[in-house]
Structure formats: structure tokens, C-alpha cells
């Protein structure tokens, strides 16, 4: 029950339009999908993303036109950036989570200490922009609570102040943190997804070089050093090596 229902949501689409881009070309990728043209949906949804619009909406939709016509390697692509835009976004999980269950390639994960695990996860629960607001606001009633303490005369709501004022500060400093570290994750990509059918892993940055395993399409790879055309990656078990640059595409 609980495929069929991904399965579903994955044929759906996410209707919100599109602030400050002409609808046109969104809608129009829209309707082809629904009757089926998934090429030509992509080539209309990839011409407002080659224009340099970004929104969660418009990669869920061209991850979903992608996983429809078999291309893998691109549909969690484009999963992946709709989740860095929106983290809490559950049709964008589910059908992550789906897609990743029919890919070869399967990886045993590095165990993270549980306190980087905790705050990763804290700071993908939302988005830059809602981390910002957060640190807005309670900065500003971090000030207001200062206030109270310098202009009320009774120690009670002085304390009350002094004490919220650090704690509202505290927070703010905190949601700052959160808001730039989700900025850098989507402005300086340090993640990658294979879109070649394979790819052969070498131990240095030239054909010549040792194969150390294989990739396959859709297999998510961290990005670490970079020499001409070649790229070394590492994946989630720690392994590292050299693969050909157009053969990943960053996240």
C-alpha cells in the first residue's frame, strides 16, 4: 500500500506557481507531462532552470518527468536539489526514498557521531529562508526583552527580561548558523549524482589509471579534490577516487 501510494504521488504534480517567472513555460511543461510527453515536459521545465529560476516546485516536477521517462541518475538529481531548497518537503522524501530503492548501487554509511547526526538533521528541517526569519524575529524580541530589563524598575520582571533577552539572543545566534550553513549547502555544492549508466573509478585523474570500483546512475558521491576534467569523489562508506567530470553533475 504504502509503494502504490508513492508510486501515485510521484505521477502527481505540485501545482504552486512560479513567483517572478512567466508561467508559460511552467504550465506549459504541466500539461505535457500530463499527457504523458515527458521529454517534451522536460525540455520546457529545463529551459526556466537553464534561465537561472530555481524552485522546489519546478525540480520536483522535472525529478518526476526524469524518473517518468527511465533516467534515473537525473531524476534524483533533480529530487535532491528540490530538497536542499525545501528539506521538509515529504513528496520530495518519498520519492527519493523510492527511486533509491531501485538503484544498483547500495553503500554502507561511515556511522556519524550522534551529536552531528542530531544537529545535521536539526539544520535540514527547514530552510535557509525560514532559519532567517527565526533569527529575525527572535533577535528582535531578544531587544525587547533587553528593554525590559534596562526600563523596569521591579527585579522580578528585570530578571524575567535579563534572562530572555539571553535566551532569545542565544536562539537567534543559533538560527543564523543554521540559515548560512543551508545557504552555503545550496550556493557551494559539496555533493554529486552519477547521471552516466556507469562509470569506472580510478585511483589517480587520468584513464590510465588504476580502477579501484564501479558506479552506477544515480549513486550519490561527496566531492572532495578536482585536477583538469577528473574529479575525486567520496562516498558514504569513505571510499574515494578519480571519475571524469561530465560524468557527475553537482547537487
Given at each position: 500500500?504504502?509503494?502504490?501510494?508513492?508510486i501515485i504521488s510521484?505521477i502527481?504534480?505540485?501545482?504552486?506557481?512560479l513567483k517572478?517567472?512567466?508561467?508559460?513555460?511552467?504550465?506549459?511543461?504541466?500539461r505535457?507531462?500530463?499527457q504523458?510527453?515527458?521529454?517534451?515536459?522536460?525540455?520546457?521545465y529545463?529551459s526556466?532552470?537553464?534561465s537561472?529560476?530555481?524552485?522546489?516546485?519546478l525540480?520536483?516536477?522535472l525529478?518526476?518527468?526524469y524518473?517518468?521517462?527511465?533516467?534515473?541518475?537525473?531524476a534524483r538529481?533533480?529530487y535532491?536539489?528540490a530538497l536542499?531548497?525545501?528539506?521538509a518537503?515529504e513528496?520530495?522524501?518519498?520519492n527519493?526514498t523510492?527511486l533509491k530503492?531501485?538503484?544498483?548501487?547500495?553503500?554502507e554509511?561511515?556511522?556519524m557521531?550522534?551529536?552531528?547526526?542530531w544537529f545535521?538533521?536539526?539544520?535540514?528541517?527547514?530552510?535557509?529562508?525560514?532559519w532567517?526569519?527565526?533569527?529575525?524575529?527572535?533577535?528582535l524580541?531578544s531587544?525587547?526583552?533587553?528593554?525590559v530589563?534596562?526600563?523596569f524598575?521591579?527585579a522580578?520582571?528585570?530578571?524575567?527580561?535579563f534572562?530572555?533577552?539571553?535566551?532569545?539572543?542565544?536562539?537567534?545566534v543559533?538560527s543564523?548558523?543554521a540559515s548560512?550553513?543551508?545557504?552555503?549547502?545550496?550556493?557551494?555544492?559539496?555533493?554529486?549524482?552519477?547521471?552516466?549508466?556507469?562509470?569506472?573509478?580510478?585511483s589517480s585523474?587520468?584513464?590510465?589509471?588504476?580502477?579501484?570500483f564501479?558506479?552506477?546512475?544515480?549513486?550519490?558521491?561527496?566531492?572532495?579534490?578536482k585536477?583538469?576534467?577528473w574529479?575525486?569523489i567520496?562516498?558514504?562508506?569513505g571510499?574515494?577516487?578519480?571519475?571524469p567530470?561530465?560524468?557527475?553533475?553537482?547537487i
Amino acid at each position: 500500500m504504502k509503494k502504490l501510494f508513492i508510486i501515485i504521488s510521484i505521477i502527481a504534480l505540485q501545482h504552486i506557481p512560479l513567483k517572478a517567472v512567466s508561467d508559460s513555460l511552467y504550465n506549459e511543461g504541466n500539461r505535457l507531462y500530463q499527457q504523458g510527453l515527458y521529454e517534451e515536459s522536460i525540455d520546457k521545465y529545463k529551459s526556466l532552470v537553464d534561465s537561472g529560476y530555481e524552485s522546489a516546485n519546478l525540480y520536483y516536477n522535472l525529478g518526476n518527468a526524469y524518473f517518468r521517462s527511465n533516467k534515473l541518475g537525473k531524476a534524483r538529481l533533480y529530487y535532491e536539489k528540490a530538497l536542499k531548497i525545501f528539506p521538509a518537503d515529504e513528496d520530495a522524501l518519498a520519492n527519493n526514498t523510492y527511486l533509491k530503492s531501485l538503484l544498483a548501487d547500495r553503500f554502507e554509511e561511515v556511522p556519524m557521531v550522534f551529536y552531528k547526526k542530531w544537529f545535521k538533521s536539526l539544520i535540514l528541517s527547514y530552510s535557509s529562508n525560514q532559519w532567517a526569519y527565526l533569527s529575525v524575529f527572535t533577535f528582535l524580541m531578544s531587544v525587547i526583552s533587553a528593554l525590559v530589563y534596562f526600563f523596569f524598575r521591579r527585579a522580578p520582571v528585570r530578571k524575567a527580561g535579563f534572562y530572555s533577552a539571553a535566551v532569545l539572543l542565544f536562539i537567534s545566534v543559533l538560527s543564523f548558523g543554521a540559515s548560512w550553513k543551508q545557504y552555503r549547502l545550496i550556493r557551494y555544492p559539496d555533493s554529486a549524482i552519477v547521471i552516466d549508466l556507469s562509470v569506472n573509478v580510478n585511483s589517480s585523474p587520468r584513464e590510465t589509471g588504476t580502477g579501484l570500483f564501479i558506479l552506477h546512475e544515480g549513486a550519490k558521491v561527496w566531492l572532495e579534490d578536482k585536477a583538469g576534467n577528473w574529479q575525486e569523489i567520496r562516498l558514504s562508506d569513505g571510499r574515494k577516487g578519480w571519475v571524469p567530470e561530465e560524468s557527475i553533475e553537482v547537487i
